[in-house]
């Protein structure tokens, strides 16, 4: 069974360290995704394991023999190479490409046997080339040139495979097809695959083990639940990231954020009715602009609760397929009641979560200034038999705004919370006729959102 | 393409190589016994071949010679078969030198001068012409053409070791410093030409290129390096191939890739030397023949290599002759004719191909 | 708008000063043909034609032949610069040490500032400047002397005559060079035999001869033999080993030059040259060396030049007589 031991590595080019201390142990059947930002040492570590660069210090161990002990054609009969960059500029054909990959395996002299065809063809079967096979390969795009290359790694019947990139130019499909068939080789033959991905949900989908770089350095080395958490990439990738499970893949995988632009915090408390997604958007774009958010209520599997969870939200939370409980509406409503602004999204209501509505309306009667995200009209909504339809107009009567599209939204609040500043300190500031005139300026401008 | 036809023509491979070769061998004997008929003296087939007869030993008791008289036996044996031979070995070493060159810089416009050959060998020329006695000779071949040789190679060495870097010479680097000396050696020799007085004419005229002084010890002294040259050179085609893809990929795929490829330099650069110190500066043969006969016969070097040595072999021995007859008793430089030649033909293929060309 | 039409304005001013100026150099340059009866005009073997004023008082010569002709005329007082190479028929060096004659320059590379400094009123050279022609013809006049036969060299010598005003002395030596020739040629024709095969290898390498438009080719024909490339007209053609071999001459000419290794190496290296044991030259043992000085001047010793061929090929004629 073969195995690779790197221990101590530290790559340089001139006086530069490239990589430093990077130790990793991978055994038979091991596929390895090697992670890590621009810059990282990625192509480095795979170069010295391709033995293109000694390392300046430490060991690299193929069966427990030193990797740069063995001779270039001993080390080609178990180790094959798919590089970066895949172009070739003579017209051999596909074939004959692929027929190179079985040199380690031929003495001088012999020419390609029976057999050597044999391989070549299963492995060009197995990447989607054999159709190729007479065309001349500079003539190829980079896709099927790139499957070639695969091919002729493969061709060489290697116990280890680095690739570095290898999904660069291939579409969707063919993406999923070569690493479902780096994935069954390392399964079914026991091969050790290595390889450099820039794509995260491929690598936690077909890896089993990850190495994650940063600055040269190893960051995390494991399982896939070890390396792949938000916070490594967060401080690695310097990106927010959500990392769930897919329950259809059984794998990982990780939605990125945008970066996030860095707003003053504001001291205003908004509180968010949501539920079934409606409000995820809504709360980190609120966020992002510096209000504190509450939310609620909302049961424990909804998408809008992880949301709220990932962005450290405190959230009224409710066991799923129940109603909502005296003591969470109680909570909810206090909480809307301390809120300067309440928004609701176009949540459909029905009897498990009228009472947030119902929270609402008392709040709203209290001078909470409330927005309602109507891009979906309430009665397709309902499914209380109108009573949240009822709720609606009593809500619009109290001075509910009712906005028809959720971008409009920040804005409104942002313009909303600048009055109240200044609300708040021309009472406190703003002497004489001046107090009198920005009180009449500020009149709440409700009659004109009517409609 | 049905996978048994892929795999047909596959298996195939090796005896199609056989006969193309047998075919291109047979091509170049018939080009030389008619080479050898093409001079001002008009000496008919059945002459040359009686004349040849003549030499081999068994053979030479059947035959009649009275017909053929003294100065047309020392034409044919001492003037024009050497003469021939050289073309053959000449055209043979330059064009195995370029399909060297060409597979290890993986560079269309690599040629057999590429390293300075040329430039150190005309270097050496004028030194000896200008400053070394004309009588000494060494191993009975001229002062000028010994130091012809040990001139292109001293350069050829030069470059590759202001190359090295570590253990390793990096290819860019390697084109860099082939064109600095180049260059240097050029203006050497410009300078050299200018104080040159008579030998001049004689100087250019060598430069020039071309076969009408060579003597049988000449082309004892080329065939080793170029027959021992192409043949070590086969037996490092299939990695030839590996490093026409790029170091990295040979060396994944078990090639000995830094090894190789100094070996590889030497040997294209003795054969270019010794090709030189004989027949001066011939161009084209080493940049256009590897290409033509890739276009015909494909990139792979197992077939590559012999192929284009018999073609270029063929193609300066029917350039000299041209060279030859081409203005009645007076002769034209070969390269002048290479290039007429070779120019129109390589178009004519280039054109032929319906894809876009490419190595 | 107004940017484009400047840029014509410019542009046609430009070209206007540039017509001018050509007119105006082109005006000035040419040689005047105010021509009166006195005037002297030459045309000379490239077809110039110069005019001279006067008997000119101050003559450069460029190449030995040229020096030889005008002494030979009897102009050599009136020659003020010559070449290093010219040591005939004086010691020039001598007369340079003592002041009585000045260097213009090598053979074929004249020094502009020397010539410039004698203030010369004609110029003779042979073909060898002709690159510098055009500049030096707008400075001075200049008579390029360039015979492709014999009778092109008296044809020189008659014109050296007529351009310095000697044309008494001229004839006269023109008359001796003929007679002495034609004896040569009237003795060796009272033989009766045919001529033998000559070949004058005139450098090696590359092999060389001398074609049908040199005055060589015309010196082998007086001598008693012919040259056997006389069918080439290009004058110095490249020629093939093979075909030496193949024309089998009966006799080879090497000439060497004074002070100068001989470029063939030695006449035992001519002689193994591959397939050249088979030529009657070389086993009838008629290789000669002669002087390379003699054929590399076209003028007043070309008698000399046919003596010494003759010498060589018909020895039972000439080598008690003059």
Redesign the interface.
């Known amino acids: 069974m073969v195995s690779l031991n790197i221990d101590g590595v530290e790559c340089r080019y001139g006086s530069i360290k490239i990589l430093e201390n990077v130790s990793l142990s991978v055994k038979a059947g091991d596929f390895v995704g090697i992670l890590g930002p621009n810059g990282s040492g990625k192509t480095t570590l795979l170069r010295s394991i391709?033995?293109?660069l000694k390392p300046y210090k430490g060991t690299i161990l193929l069966n427990d023999k030193d990797l740069y002990s063995l001779k270039?054609?001993e080390?080609?009969?178990q180790?094959?190479?798919v590089?970066q960059?895949n172009t070739?500029?003579?017209?051999?054909t596909a074939?004959?490409?692929v027929?190179?990959?079985r040199?380690?395996h031929?003495e001088?002299?012999q020419?390609?046997t029976?057999n050597d065809?044999t391989v070549a063809?299963r492995v060009m079967n197995l990447t989607n080339t054999?159709h190729l096979?007479?065309r001349?390969v500079?003539?190829l795009s980079g896709g099927e040139r790139q499957r070639v290359i695969i091919a002729r790694a493969l061709a060489?019947e290697p116990k280890i495979l680095l690739l570095d990139e290898p999904l660069t130019y291939l579409d969707i499909i063919n993406q999923l097809e070569i690493m479902d068939l780096i994935k069954s080789l390392c399964v079914a033959d026991g091969i050790i695959a290595m390889a450099v991905v820039h794509d995260l949900n491929l690598a936690a989908r077909y890896c089993n083990t990850a190495l994650l770089l940063n600055k040269g350095c190893v960051f995390a080395a494991g399982s896939l639940d070890e390396v792949m958490t938000s916070e490594n990439i967060k401080t690695v990738f310097k990106v927010d990231a959500m990392v769930k499970r897919n329950p259809v893949t059984n794998s990982l995988y990780i939605i990125p954020l945008s970066p996030p632009k860095s707003s003053p915090p504001r001291n205003c408390a908004i509180h968010i009715v949501s539920g079934a997604g409606t409000g995820t958007v809504l709360m980190k774009v609120l966020q992002e602009e510096g209000y504190s958010l509450t939310a609620g209520v909302l049961n424990v599997l909804d998408t809008d609760f992880e949301t709220a969870e990932f962005l450290n939200i405190p959230v009224i939370s409710e066991a799923p397929f129940s109603p909502i409980t005296e003591k969470t509406r109680s909570a909810n409503f206090d909480l809307m009641a301390k809120s300067s602004m309440i928004v609701i999204t176009s949540v459909p209501f029905g009897y498990g979560n009228l009472s947030n509505l119902e929270s609402a309306f008392e709040a709203v009667k209290l001078g909470v200034q409330t927005y309602i995200i109507d891009e979906e009209p309430i009665d397709v909504r309902d499914f209380t038999g109108g009573k949240a339809t009822a709720l609606m107009q009593e809500l619009k009567k109290h001075g509910a705004v009712f906005i028809k599209h959720a971008s409009e939204l920040p804005a409104l609040v942002n313009a909303k919370h600048d009055l109240m500043e200044l609300q708040k300190n021309a009472e406190t500031e703003v002497p004489g006729h001046t107090k009198k005139a920005t009180k009449e300026i500020m009149q709440p401008t409700h009659h004109k959102e009517q409609n | 393409m049905s996978d048994g036809k892929i795999e047909g023509i596959y298996a195939n491979r090796s005896s199609r190589w056989k006969i193309i070769l047998v075919a291109l061998v047979l091509a170049l004997f018939l080009t030389l016994i008619v080479s050898l008929n093409i001079g001002y003296a008009s000496i008919s087939f059945s002459q040359i071949l009686a004349i040849l007869g003549k030499q081999i030993p068994f053979l030479s008791g059947s035959i009649n010679s009275a017909s053929i008289s003294p100065s047309s036996q020392a034409i044919i044996i001492l003037i024009r078969l050497p003469r021939v031979l050289a073309a053959a070995l000449v055209g043979a070493g330059l064009a195995a030198a370029g399909v060297i060159y060409q597979g290890i810089f993986r560079n269309p416009m690599a040629d057999s001068y590429l390293l300075g050959a040329s430039a150190g060998a005309s270097v050496g020329y004028s030194i000896a012409v200008l400053y070394v006695s004309s009588a000494l000779t060494i191993v009975g071949l001229g002062i000028a053409q010994t130091f012809a040789f040990i001139f292109a190679l001293l350069t050829v060495f030069l470059v590759l070791f202001i190359s090295r870097v570590g253990h390793r010479i990096p290819i860019t680097t390697l084109l860099l410093s082939g064109v600095v000396v180049n260059i240097f050696l050029l203006a050497m020799e410009t300078l050299m030409e200018l104080h040159s007085g008579q030998a001049l004419t004689g100087i250019i005229a060598w430069l020039a290129g071309g076969f009408s002084d060579i003597v049988w010890l000449q082309v004892w002294a080329v065939m080793p390096f170029v027959i021992i040259g192409i043949a070590i050179t086969f037996f490092f085609t299939r990695d030839l191939n590996m490093l026409s893809m790029g170091d990295e990929t040979a060396q994944h795929l078990g090639v000995n890739t830094e090894k190789v490829r100094q070996l590889l330099l030497v040997i294209a650069s003795l054969m270019t030397a010794a090709a030189v110190a004989i027949s001066g500066v011939i161009g084209f043969v080493g940049l256009i023949i590897p290409h033509m006969t890739r276009l015909a016969i494909g990139p792979d070097h197992r077939i590559l290599l012999p192929a284009s040595a018999v073609v270029g072999a063929m193609f300066l021995v029917i350039c000299d002759a041209v060279a030859r007859v081409a203005t009645g008793a007076s002769e034209l430089p070969v390269g002048v004719i290479t290039a007429l030649v070779g120019t129109p033909f390589f178009i004519y293929l280039l054109r032929r191909r319906k894809t876009t060309y490419s190595l | 708008m107004r940017n484009k039409n400047i840029i014509y304005i410019v542009a046609t001013i430009i070209i206007i000063i540039a017509l001018l100026s050509g007119a105006f150099l082109y005006l000035n340059y040419k040689t005047p043909n105010n021509s009166s009866s006195k005037d002297i005009t030459i045309v000379d073997d490239e077809g110039y034609t110069t005019n001279l004023t006067a008997t000119p008082q101050r003559i450069v010569s460029l190449a030995p032949s040229c020096t030889q002709i005008l002494f030979a005329v009897g102009a050599g007082n009136k020659v003020v610069g010559v070449t290093t190479y010219d040591d005939y028929p004086y010691n020039f060096s001598a007369w340079v040490a003592a002041g009585n004659m000045t260097i213009d320059g090598g053979y074929g590379t004249p020094d502009m500032e020397a010539i410039a400094s004698l203030r010369p009123d004609l110029i003779v050279t042979d073909s060898i400047n002709d690159a510098s022609l055009p500049s030096m013809r707008t400075l001075y006049k200049v008579i390029v002397l360039n015979p492709s036969t014999i009778s092109g060299i008296y044809t020189d010598i008659s014109l050296v005559g007529k351009a310095t005003g000697t044309q008494t002395q001229a004839n006269a030596v023109v008359a001796n060079l003929t007679s002495t020739i034609n004896g040569i040629a009237t003795k060796i024709a009272n033989l009766h035999e045919a001529p033998m095969k000559v070949f004058y290898e005139v450098w090696t390498p590359p092999l060389m001869t001398a074609g049908s438009t040199t005055w060589i080719n015309d010196v082998i024909s007086k001598a008693g033999g012919v040259n056997i490339f006389a069918n080439e007209t290009q004058q110095y053609p490249t020629v093939a080993s093979e075909t030496v071999v193949s024309l089998d001459p009966d006799a080879i000419f090497l000439p060497t030059e004074m002070g100068q290794a001989p470029f063939y190496g030695s006449v035992a290296s001519v002689e193994a040259t591959p397939g050249w044991n088979t030529i009657s030259a070389v086993h009838n043992d008629r290789i000669f060396v002669i002087n390379g000085d003699l054929f590399a001047e076209a003028g007043p010793r070309v008698a000399d030049c046919v003596y010494a061929v003759a010498a060589d090929l018909y020895p039972q004629l000439f080598n008690s007589t003059s």
Do not use: H, T
Not at chain 1, 88 to 92: A, D, G, N, Q
């Open positions: 391709s033995r293109s270039n054609i080390v080609a009969k180790m094959a190479v590089p960059d070739i500029s003579f017209s051999f074939l004959e490409v027929l190179m990959g040199n380690p031929l001088r002299f020419m390609e029976e065809m063809r054999w096979a007479s001349p500079n003539e060489q």
